[in-house]
């Protein structure tokens, strides 16, 4: 059995030399992926722009839309606009809409791209447009019902978008593990918020997830958000921690495993990763969706 998973990297866009973005990544992992041969590989739709606006304000999404964003918002994202930009970001939000749909139905689904958690409702920031996560959870609540669901964004950076518009949202748990002096350098509250300093190693950074993890089951979810970053990876170039690969992978087997054993659906987003190599960065994103589909495609008995 493969797992289904959705992807937007044929949506190139245009980015000016040296830039920070990785965007070299996202086609590099569906390459790892597709030479597995456990999976099965879906171009994300566009997401409706009816349901952006059931997280974002109107006149943001209209104004990205026709690339009329003043320029100091466009420039709090980090990319310059183009058409190719909104075909990305459309679908990268679907991506996540139809990974979640796949979620509900078979328990996880997984999205080549998204976790873009720096978005807030009215505008972007931090290479991220809009929050696809949380369009994600007001389009679960409208279409399936499900009003309780948690977000659990392991990203290096903090989910300040996330946070702030769940922030009076008693139906939805944030959880974030991330950098306390890294970027964002003013952080919002999550529900759970798990500060590390710089430098935090494999022992560490394992033990402050293991120790939060029943916090967010004992909150009864759902559906689950794993927003699976990667930039605490050793070689981060963004990161400021000290997580090697095998770490990343225990941490994604603590996390998947919880989610599994609870019976809750699982959706899995990237999330950051900036690597020197990229390729690094490619592999432990890769480790993230092969150990999701070991448990639900193949079964929890053969995750060794």
Same mark, same amino acid.
């Given at each position: 059995?493969?797992?289904?998973?959705?992807?937007?990297?044929?949506?190139?866009?245009?980015?000016?030399?040296?830039?920070?973005?990785?965007?070299?990544?996202?086609?590099?992992?569906?390459?790892?992926?597709?030479?597995?041969?456990?999976?099965?590989?879906?171009?994300?739709?566009?997401?409706?722009?009816?349901?952006?606006?059931?997280?974002?304000?109107s006149e943001y999404v209209d104004q990205f839309l026709a690339g009329a964003l003043p320029a100091q918002v466009q420039r709090r994202i980090g990319f310059p606009w183009s058409e190719q930009?909104?075909?990305?970001?459309?679908?990268?939000?679907?991506?996540?809409?139809?990974?979640?749909?796949?979620?509900?139905?078979?328990?996880?689904?997984?999205?080549?791209?998204?976790?873009?958690?720096?978005?807030?409702?009215?505008?972007?920031?931090?290479?991220?447009?809009?929050?696809?996560?949380?369009?994600?959870? !007001?389009?679960? &609540?409208?279409?399936?019902?499900?009003? +309780? /669901? @948690?977000?659990?964004?392991?990203? $290096?950076?903090? =989910?300040? *978008?996330?946070?702030?518009?769940?922030?009076?949202?008693?139906?939805?748990?944030?959880?974030?593990?991330?950098?306390?002096?890294?970027?964002?350098?003013?952080?919002?509250?999550?529900?759970?918020?798990?500060?590390?300093?710089?430098?935090?190693?494999?022992?560490?950074?394992?033990?402050?997830?293991?120790?939060?993890?029943?916090?967010?089951?004992?909150?009864?979810?759902?559906?689950?958000?794993?927003?699976?970053?990667?930039?605490?990876?050793?070689?981060?170039?963004?990161?400021?921690?000290?997580?090697?690969?095998?770490?990343?992978? !225990?941490?994604? &087997?603590?996390?998947?495993?919880?989610? +599994? /054993? @609870?019976?809750?659906?699982?959706? $899995?987003?990237? =999330?950051? *990763?900036?690597?020197?190599?990229?390729?690094?960065?490619?592999?432990?994103?890769?480790?993230?969706?092969?150990?999701?589909?070991?448990?639900?495609?193949?079964?929890?008995?053969?995750?060794?």
């Amino acid at each position: 059995m493969t797992s289904t998973l959705y992807y937007c990297d044929h949506h190139e866009i245009p980015l000016p030399e040296g830039h920070r973005f990785p965007v070299r990544k996202y086609r590099l992992l569906r390459e790892l992926l597709m030479g597995d041969g456990q999976f099965s590989f879906v171009a994300a739709p566009f997401a409706p722009v009816e349901t952006l606006k059931l997280a974002h304000d109107s006149e943001y999404v209209d104004q990205f839309l026709a690339g009329a964003l003043p320029a100091q918002v466009q420039r709090r994202i980090g990319f310059p606009w183009s058409e190719q930009l909104v075909s990305r970001t459309l679908a990268s939000v679907g991506g996540t809409l139809a990974a979640a749909a796949r979620a509900i139905a078979f328990g996880f689904g997984g999205n080549l791209a998204g976790g873009t958690h720096h978005a807030f409702r009215n505008q972007g920031a931090g290479f991220c447009v809009f929050n696809d996560i949380a369009v994600a959870v !007001h389009w679960l &609540r409208k279409q399936h019902g499900l009003h +309780r /669901a @948690a977000v659990i964004d392991l990203d $290096v950076h903090q =989910g300040d *978008g996330t946070a702030l518009i769940f922030e009076h949202d008693p139906n939805v748990l944030t959880l974030s593990v991330h950098g306390r002096k890294n970027f964002l350098f003013r952080k919002q509250r999550s529900k759970i918020d798990v500060e590390l300093e710089d430098a935090v190693a494999d022992e560490e950074y394992l033990a402050a997830v293991e120790n939060v993890l029943p916090r967010v089951f004992e909150f009864v979810p759902k559906v689950i958000f794993y927003q699976s970053g990667v930039d605490p990876l050793d070689c981060d170039l963004l990161g400021r921690l000290a997580v090697t690969t095998d770490g990343l992978r !225990h941490r994604d &087997r603590l996390v998947l495993q919880a989610c +599994r /054993a @609870a019976h809750v659906p699982v959706v $899995v987003t990237l =999330g950051g *990763g900036y690597g020197d190599p990229i390729e690094r960065t490619a592999e432990a994103h890769a480790n993230t969706l092969r150990i999701a589909h070991k448990l639900y495609a193949e079964g929890s008995q053969q995750l060794r």
